[in-house]
């Protein structure tokens, strides 16, 4: 099970037209916050979303996913509702593969575009028993020789970024802004992340998001270095991968489903990527969980 969800805070959210816990999980500079669906004896699924989301981005697909697994969505650091990284820390990908150390004991894990997530099934293999990539490359190499102008640009960025004033949006100003920053979104799932996505202040509404994550993020691995990662998290989960791709090319030596839609479609279309995520917990994974016991 997950053994984070022994101590932490739960809070019924009466938001969801179906019973949905509210989850808060203590870390040394606050708190990671998100959703539960299913009960408390399934088996345990991580959602996480993708960059600049939150874990809104699942509201329409759980509830067509099978009800006997739990699902547990989080709103990754800096995103949602979730606290931001203390100041003058930047939001890098083996940070967020911590977060998920502290939040996971076993899991099955659902990734919509966080690049670091297949990076967690390669360094604690022995902790996924399957992965599900939603348009998603896996892993993002990098060329060495763009590493240290990545680097001297992303810091320099982010002393600016440290002086930026929030800007402050009526609700329909903070809807049009993510639907111009989000062209595959609906105006329906735009105002689902929005949920999550927006604070009131005096006068307005701000975004909930640490705008740290709009830097670039400094550490990059080279091709050899994923391939070598690939290798090391498919070697426990290969016959239960199951890899969604709209626009992209797997390197991945695995299931590739291609259906209609764009980035967002789990959010905006979530009965075209249901029956699919579903064949695969029913058959692949119960399969290869049921043949450990």
């Given at each position: 099970m997950i053994q984070a969800l022994k101590g932490v805070r739960h809070v019924t959210s009466g938001t969801m037209k179906q019973a949905?816990?509210?989850?808060?999980?203590?870390?040394?500079?606050?708190?990671?916050?998100?959703?539960?669906?299913?009960p408390?004896?399934?088996?345990?699924?991580?959602?996480?979303?993708?960059?600049?989301?939150?874990?809104?981005?699942?509201?329409?697909?759980?509830?067509l996913l099978p009800k006997d697994f739990r699902y547990v969505a989080i709103d990754l650091a800096?995103?949602?509702?979730?606290?931001?990284?203390?100041?003058?820390?930047?939001?890098?990908?083996?940070?967020?593969?911590?977060?998920?150390?502290?939040?996971?004991?076993?899991?099955?894990?659902?990734?919509?575009?966080?690049?670091?997530?297949?990076?967690?099934?390669?360094?604690y293999p022995e902790m996924v028993d399957a992965l599900v990539l939603l348009d998603s490359y896996g892993f993002l190499p990098t060329d060495p020789v763009f590493l240290p102008t990545l680097q001297r640009f992303s810091q320099l960025n982010s002393y600016k970024m440290e002086e930026k004033k929030m800007r402050v949006y009526t609700y329909e100003k903070a809807v049009e802004r993510l639907l111009a920053g989000n062209p595959s979104l609906t105006e329906e799932s735009a105002k689902i992340l929005l949920e999550r996505g927006l604070v009131k202040v005096e006068g307005g509404v701000l975004f909930s998001r640490d705008f740290r994550i709009n830097l670039r993020n400094v550490v990059r691995i080279s091709l050899e270095q994923s391939l070598e990662l690939q290798s090391r998290s498919s070697s426990r989960a290969n016959s239960s991968f199951i890899l969604f791709f709209f626009m992209h090319v797997s390197v991945f030596q695995n299931t590739v489903v291609q259906v209609p839609g764009n980035h967002h479609v789990h959010l905006n279309n979530p009965e075209v990527v249901a029956p699919v995520v579903t064949n695969f917990h029913l058959s692949n994974f119960v399969n290869f969980c049921d043949s450990r016991l």
């Open positions: 949905v816990t509210e989850l808060c999980v203590p870390v040394p500079w606050g708190e990671i916050r998100g959703k539960i669906w299913g408390d004896h399934g088996r345990p699924v991580l959602c996480l979303h993708g960059w600049a989301d939150n874990c809104g981005t699942f509201n329409t697909l759980l509830p800096g995103h949602g509702c979730s606290s931001h990284r203390p100041p003058g820390v930047l939001n890098v990908f083996p940070s967020y593969v911590m977060d998920m150390r502290r939040v996971v004991d076993v899991f099955v894990c659902i990734n919509d575009t966080m690049w670091c997530f297949p990076q967690f099934s390669a360094l």
